[in-house]
T-cell receptor, first 112, second 112 residues
Framework: AQKVTQAQTEISVVEKEDVTLDCVYE???????LFWYKQPPSGELVFLIR??????QNEISGRYSWNFQKSTSSFNFTITASQVVDSAVYFC?????????FGTGTRLQVFP | DVKVTQSSRYLVKRTGEKVFLECVQD?????MFWYRQDPGLGLRLIYF???????EKGDIPEGYSVSREKKERFSLILESASTNQTSMYLC???????????FGPGTRLTVT
């Protein structure tokens, strides 16, 4: 079964700072998938990225980037030049069959 | 545009009442899920369904049941609501295989 740890419960930064959200996962599978979701104050979870275990290339999408390291079982998420609109709870979630296994999330607060 | 809707954003019920939470998706997805979200616990899977009339227990099914009579609709039922079922309930749908899930806006249920 999959398991995920997001050790940072809450992070506060000032706008324009870079911030990295950590995600450590456990799996016995050789093929697996990892997801990141954002939950803004409105409450609805928004899909950000899916990564499979075959592809260790880092991914960049605008101010967002993801660093996938199989050797350390980590899939960290970095926001560059953070903005107030980035304030949300962020979840890392490995996939177990068709089920997402959510961690406790990291609450990010970006202050102006 | 992808859409998952939930019947209510906020709901207040009394202990012992039977409660129905409805979820509808318009993406023709096979899979549908019900989660509850509590502070410090992240999202926990209650039930999921791979197809019409099929259901599988998640991690915390006690006190809940589900119904999926049509592909687009997945209902969560609290047979006899209790105060410890006060929570945010999130519905999601997804296609088959390792793909993202799409979430509804959530229902904040208070049982008094």
């Amino acid at each position: 079964a999959q398991k995920v740890t997001q050790a940072q419960t809450e992070i506060s930064v000032v706008e324009k700072e870079d911030v990295t959200l950590d995600c450590v996962y456990e799996t016995r599978d050789t093929t697996y998938y990892l997801f990141w979701y954002k939950q803004p104050p409105s409450g609805e979870l928004v899909f950000l990225i899916r990564r499979n275990s075959f592809d260790e290339q880092n991914e960049i999408s605008g101010r967002y980037s993801w660093n996938f390291q199989k050797s350390t079982s980590s899939f960290n998420f970095t926001i560059t030049a953070s903005q107030v609109v980035d304030s949300a709870v962020y979840f890392c979630a490995p996939l177990d069959t068709d089920k997402l296994i959510f961690g406790t999330g990291t609450r990010l607060q970006v202050f102006p | 545009d992808v859409k998952v809707t939930q019947s209510s954003r906020y709901l207040v019920k009394r202990t012992g009442e039977k409660v129905f939470l409805e979820c509808v998706q318009d993406m023709d997805h096979e899979n549908m899920f019900w989660y509850r979200q509590d502070p410090g616990l992240g999202l926990r899977l209650i039930y999921f369904s791979y197809d019409v009339k099929m259901k599988e227990k998640g991690d915390i099914p006690e006190g809940y049941s589900v119904s999926r009579e049509k592909k687009e609709r997945f209902s969560l039922i609290l047979e006899s609501a209790s105060t410890n079922q006060t929570s945010m309930y999130l519905c999601a749908s997804g296609g088959q295989g390792p793909v993202e899930q799409y979430f509804g806006p959530g229902t904040r249920l208070t049982v008094t």
